[in-house]
């Protein structure tokens, strides 16, 4: 161990090992098969790199992703290192000269894809001195894990092609039942399983849930200011959400760039170059971007959208504080989310794991306990200890009898033969007189208007607290329509008391609101119509008049005739409503949104917000 603490020292730069890392490099050492669970940044790579350049031969690296190939053969070559890698991106002749060097001996890692692997199985390996193999990224051989790769099952021919080579299998993510199938795909002959601590105590974790797009857009704009010059990765479920993203924030002055599968391979290097060289501070990506970069400054990470399980989001959270300082994550959770990733469950080949692993990120988005116990339970790490470095640790929740609530929401849900979904309730539990309510007959119910005391935002807030504790489901299979639980029902029936969370609007403080004297507006007097619709259109006309003539202003600034003409179609009661209407922004929400609601609701003749 010696000799290896000062190649450690002369090739790396490290005086020490890290935990486990002797432990694996002995086992290694000893010619005997390994399985390695390491955090993103835990130094899985020295495991095995290391043992590389000590012994004589050469070490196949199987790998999947040419971005983290490539990042890893530079680093090795930049450390002095002789390495090299081939892939089908490479020129004939510089792959025939990768071959030559390597059957010379004089290189002591190769890195290779699986399917690379298999086409030179049966010429270049044979004629290769192979020190060890090992298996990056593993979790890709399981039908269990979170990436399958079919390439990858290939691989376990290369425990009976080379019985004597030591294979060593990593990852930095896999439950239990991904650990024991990828010990039985590749066929490791008694392997030592090393499970290093999955706590990252640097990482802060936070979950906002129920927020719409324009929400969403405003937070992310005050936590990336929040994080001046700090580098971020923003991942998203689809291509059009990260070029969308990167476009909002490049309009707010925000260096950003978006990477997806569908760009080209010149603007997809591009970005990442960018990225890596601090030339951009953003990057909106799908969730492959990142596996091939060892950037050690990535300050935060934000999930615009919910991983479809705890072992994507773990290991994209695990981008950021590689180098171990303080980091942020910032997850947006949604039911339209779980919809969605729901039905790519359902049409998965693994339909009931998938499943299964979803309803368990669920559970942690939902939770109301420490975030990380969660985490660390998941792979097997228990701890009696919250973190104090979450959302829920650092703002415990207080509670209430919230059974009124629940009965209101489920009697409005009863009602209506448990025919709508979310949006629907809170509007009919508010009172809202929109043209689908009044189409419906929901505005005739007993149940309608029961709860208008509480804000739209609030009433999502407990139907989501209600869903997670089971007093009311979706149902999937119809539409998701919410249903009622027999939990919810004896609530309603006043079987049983329900506790809440209380509820407190959050403030991100995005536009500081105006200062100065409140505006004094003329009386509206609308013209008589024969349809409230021509009514409210003219009402608006005026007010946006004498707004613009008091602010010298032409009128469509203030708000366009399409803006206008969505007031008309949705008419907002409240400025949660009125925050969703085409054109309406933070600045023009806090400017004009109380005077254009308050005419609304004179127009519609409901009474005024208090």
Known sequence: MKQLEQLLKRFFGYTAFRPLQADIIRQILQRKDA????????????????????????AIVVSPLIALMKDQVEGLIANGIPAAMLNSMMPEEERTRVR???????????????????????????????????????????????????????????????????????????????????????????????????????????????????????????????????????????????????????????????????????????????????????????????????????????????????????QEIGRAGRDGLKSDTLLFYSVGDLILLRRFAEESGQQETNLQKLETMRRYCEADICRRRILLSYFGEETDQDCGNCDVCKNPPHRFDGSQLVQKALSGMIRTNETIGMPVLIDLLRGSLREELRNKGLDRLKTFGAGRDLSYKAWKEYLYQMLQLGYMEIDYVNENKLKATELGKRVLFGEQKAQLAFYKEEADNLVPKPSGRTTKYQPIRPRQHGHVDDSLLDSLRQLRKQIAERESLPAYIVFSDDALADMVARKPVTLDQFSEIHGVGQIKLDKYGKVFVSLIRFVLKLPQMT
């Open 35 to 58: 399985l390695v669970l390491m955090p993103t940044g835990g130094g899985k790579s020295i495991c095995f790199q290391l043992p590389a350049i000590y012994l004589p031969g050469t």
């Open 100 to 314: 030559q060097h390597s059957m010379q001996g004089k290189i002591k890692l190769l890195y290779i894809s699986p399917e690379g692997l298999m086409n030179e199985l049966h010429w270049l390996l044979p004629r290769l001195d192979i020190s060890l193999i090992a298996i990056d990224e593993a979790h890709c051989i399981s039908h269990w894990g979170h990436d399958f790769r079919p390439e990858y099952t290939q691989l376990a021919v290369l425990k009976s092609e080379y019985p004597d080579v030591p294979m060593v299998a990593l990852t930095a993510t896999a439950d239990k039942i991904t650990r024991q199938d990828i010990v039985s795909q590749l066929n490791l002959q008694d392997p030592k399983v090393f499970i290093s601590s999955f706590d990252r105590s640097n990482l802060s974790l936070t979950v906002r849930r129920g927020l719409n797009k324009r929400e969403k857009l405003n937070t992310i704009s005050a936590f990336i200011r929040r994080h001046r010059d700090q580098s971020g990765i923003i991942y998203c479920l689809s291509r059009n959400n990260t070029e969308m993203l990167a476009g909002e924030l490049q309009d707010m002055g925000i260096r950003a760039l978006a990477y997806h599968a569908g760009l080209t391979p010149e603007l997809r290097n591009r970005a990442q170059e960018s990225f890596i060289k601090d030339d951009v501070q953003v990057v909106c990506a799908t969730v492959a971007f990142g596996m091939g970069i060892d950037k050690s400054n990535v300050r935060w990470v934000i999930h615009y959208n919910m991983p479809g399980s705890i072992e994507n989001y773990y």
